[in-house]
């Protein structure tokens, strides 16, 4: 006879049963899409543009539909693609890539970023990263049984005191884990930081994950990857991807590239993960990164008119705003118009006034420290953004 079926409710006595990310809750950027669409909001919360991407790259993933190429491609990733990275970087950054041994193709840069810090992080493990940070850092953070030491990026201009950084680093880190440009104030090291945080990176032969999704959306000066100073690159994995430079966020093709011995590493977490896929988004996206320089030119300049209407308008309705400097977020501070407490304000905004944002809360591991923040995307149309504007005006007074 068997014994009494045990429950997840604990009536019997056992524990409930939680899975390993329970502790990090629901995604908050599910909840704000859900209370957009409940009440017809316009999203500036979730990052995804409103218009397609090039026209051309576009026709290429129907070309290699249309040509059958819809089985798996090979797990590293097709050739093609592997060889328009390694040329993407080389051209650029003056990085001398394997397009064999040294780039892996990956379902977004989300798992590359995953597969990166399974790969490399062990049990007990420090991994140091700046904060606020995008809130998968910590997931994987914990997946990996490492722990994640966040070291504050400090407003309104959103700056890194080096000196913390150093701090923080202890006998028990193993990565830095960099974003630049930054998600979520859009704030862009400046050279003689990144300078600094290399020294000490080689100093205390640690190794780096950069997130660079955003390296072609900076609006002053250019993206300088760490990767490609002195002593980098042989300790660097470097992150990106098709979506934030393309506008094809939902074709997840991602990249990550670095020496054989760390990409190799990826790989073989990677495949454990997704296998392989996209098959037809990958011919597109190597064509993509073959694009002339006119075409990152005009995109970064785009976005930077957009990010201007957002930033002036905002300031014209109370909130206090800096210009971000890359990437297509812009951070606002609510305490000007009276509100205290940002998770609240947003989730009372799609009803209020018809407009979703993210509460900065969700970014930080101390969410008091991110409280009077919000982040509105701007990577949609001149037209979409006046109207959200005239919402929250009229909304907001």
Known sequence: MTGPRHGCDGGTG??????????????VFAEMSALAERHDAINLGQGFPDT???????????????????????VPGL???????????????GLDIDPDREVVVTTGASEALAAAVLALAAPGDEIVALEPFYDSYAACATLAGATLVPVRLHAPGFTLDTRELAAAITGRTRIL???????????????EQLDEVAA???????LVISDEVYEH?????????????????????????????????????????????????VREVKQHLSFAGGTPFQHAVAEALRLPEEYFTAAAASLRRRRDLMTDGLRALGFAVRPPRGTYFVTADITPLGERDGMEFCRELPRRCGVAAIPHQVFYADPDAGRRHVRFAFCKRDSVLRQALERLEKGLT
Not at 55 to 67: G, I, N, P
Not at 79 to 93: K, S, T
Not at 177 to 191: F, K, M, Y
Not at 224 to 242: C, D, H, N, Y
């Open 79 to 93: 050739p093609a693609l592997r060889h328009a990275v390694a040329a993407h970087q080389r051209r650029r950054y």
């Open 14 to 27: 056992t524990a409930p049963r939680r899975g390993r990310l329970a502790a990090h809750g629901h995604s």
């Open 52 to 74: 397609a991407g090039p026209d051309t790259v576009v026709e290429s993933a129907v070309r290699a539909l249309r040509a059958g190429h819809h089985q798996y491609p090979p």
């Open 177 to 191: 884990l960099l974003n630049s440009p930054h998600n979520p104030t859009g704030a862009v090291l400046p050279a």
């Open 200 to 206: 000490l990176a080689r100093a205390h032969d640690l």
């Open 217 to 265: 959306l900076v609006f002053e000066g250019t993206h300088r990857p760490i990767a490609a100073l002195p002593g980098m690159f042989e300790r660097t994995v470097t992150v990106s991807s098709a979506g934030k430079s393309f506008s094809f966020t939902g074709w997840k093709v991602g990249w990550a590239t670095g020496p054989a011995d760390l990409v190799t590493a």
